[in-house]
């Protein structure tokens, strides 16, 4: 199947702090991705559509202010976390492909 | 609402048995049902992928069925093995884009 990476695989970071998530497809292009946070034991809820090009689609009750997405290039979606904090630690996943989803390894972020 | 069922609890059998995993839906209409699996700390890994007009879809050791009547799929791992030990996830997706909607996942333990 194809490859998506993410970058970093792990981030400890300051409340107050920005951090940022790069993912990459790297054997196909694409035109949409999907950024999703896991909780423990819990299932992927999806955050946002990142499309290149374009602005994100954020779904109901994520803020576009503290997660900033940038679809820059067909395969580079990255998404910065602004303003950390430790309610925002969670493990971050993105995807991307067409009808099946090819997901990139996740970002364990932890905001102390 | 959209809802989309796993049973929550993990399922627990012995190597060689068959493992059956259950997806049930409902106020939605799917064009396609896809399963993933996901180990701890890891991104989810596509494995099958039905649509709504087939009845069922085999891949190696694995089966699965889509009754949109019922609307519930069953997923099933023949001959289980320990490496089977995971999390699996049932996703369902429409002709509109790529977004995947996730169930909660059901945790797999497969014992020798």
């Known amino acids: 199947g194809a490859v998506v990476s993410q970058h970093p695989s792990w981030v400890i970071c300051k409340s107050g702090t920005s951090v940022k998530i790069e993912c990459r497809s790297l054997d196909f292009q694409a035109t949409t991705m999907f950024w999703y946070r896991q909780f423990p034991k819990q299932s992927l809820m999806l955050m946002a559509t990142?499309?290149?090009?374009?602005?994100?689609?954020?779904e109901q009750g994520v803020e576009k202010d503290k997660f900033l997405i940038n679809h820059a290039s067909l395969t580079l979606s990255t998404l910065t976390v602004t303003s950390a904090h430790p309610e925002d630690s969670s493990f971050y996943i993105c995807?991307?492909?067409?009808?099946?989803?090819?997901f990139g390894p996740g970002t364990r972020l932890t905001v102390t | 609402s959209q809802k989309i069922e796993q049973n929550s609890e993990a399922l627990n059998i012995q190597e060689g048995k068959t493992a059956t995993l259950t997806c049930n839906y409902t106020?939605?209409?799917?064009?396609?049902l896809q399963w993933y699996r996901q180990d701890p700390g890891r991104g989810p890994v596509f494995l099958l992928l039905i649509r709504e007009n087939e009845k069922e879809k085999r891949k190696e050791r694995l089966k699965v069925t889509f009754d949109t009547t019922l609307k519930q799929s069953l997923f099933h791992i023949t001959a289980s093995q320990p490496a089977d030990s995971a999390t699996y996830l049932c996703a369902l997706g429409t002709n509109a884009g790529n977004m995947l909607t996730f169930g909660g996942g059901t945790r797999l333990m497969v014992k020798p």
């Open positions: 990142s499309n290149e090009g374009s602005k994100a689609t954020y």
């Open positions: 995807s991307g492909g067409q009808n099946e989803q090819y």
């Open positions: 106020n939605y209409s799917p064009a396609y």
